[in-house]
């Protein structure tokens, strides 16, 4: 490898390291982030990781050539050979600095499309009293729940 090639390479690491969205996809965009949580009594722990496009206020949809049923042109995700793996890697951010699964999670089902991009998983670890008195048994968190603990 070249000395050029080599010196690209490190400085493209080093802004990916620089980044303030941590590796993750998506989050630069007008999309909203929630996990909507549910501890069951035998401490089963399950989780739903969304990502959805705003929806277009009543009239906004303007059917210029271009646009999309989200009323902006090119609205939405670029759906690609990597999207599921960008999808977890959101995923897994969230669910550990939310403090909801401490050692990790498995997938039971996703969806993804442009405007709708959904991981349900359950955690590896069982809920605990502390878990139960900071989650409750059913909530939506949005994504200042993670952002302050990061």
């Known amino acids: 490898m070249s000395k050029r090639a080599l010196w690209l390479l490190t400085m493209a690491l080093l802004l990916m390291s620089c980044s303030t969205n941590n590796g993750r996809s998506y989050v630069e965009t007008k999309m909203t982030e929630t996990l909507e949580i549910e501890i069951f009594p035998n401490t089963s722990k399950m989780f739903t990781y969304r990502l959805r496009w705003p929806e277009p206020a009543p009239g906004q949809m303007n ?39 401490r050692d990790g999670f498995f997938e039971l089902d996703r969806s993804i499309s442009r405007f709708h991009l959904w991981v349900r998983g359950e955690c590896k670890d069982g809920a605990t009293d502390a878990d139960r008195q900071a989650f409750g048994s059913k909530q939506t968190l949005t994504a200042e729940r993670w952002r302050k603990s990061s």
């Open 63 to 101: 059917g210029m050539p271009g646009s999309d049923r989200r009323g902006a042109p090119n609205a939405g995700v670029k759906l690609g050979r990597d999207t599921h793996d960008r999808l977890l890697v959101n995923t897994a951010y969230v669910v550990e600095h939310s403090g909801y699964c």
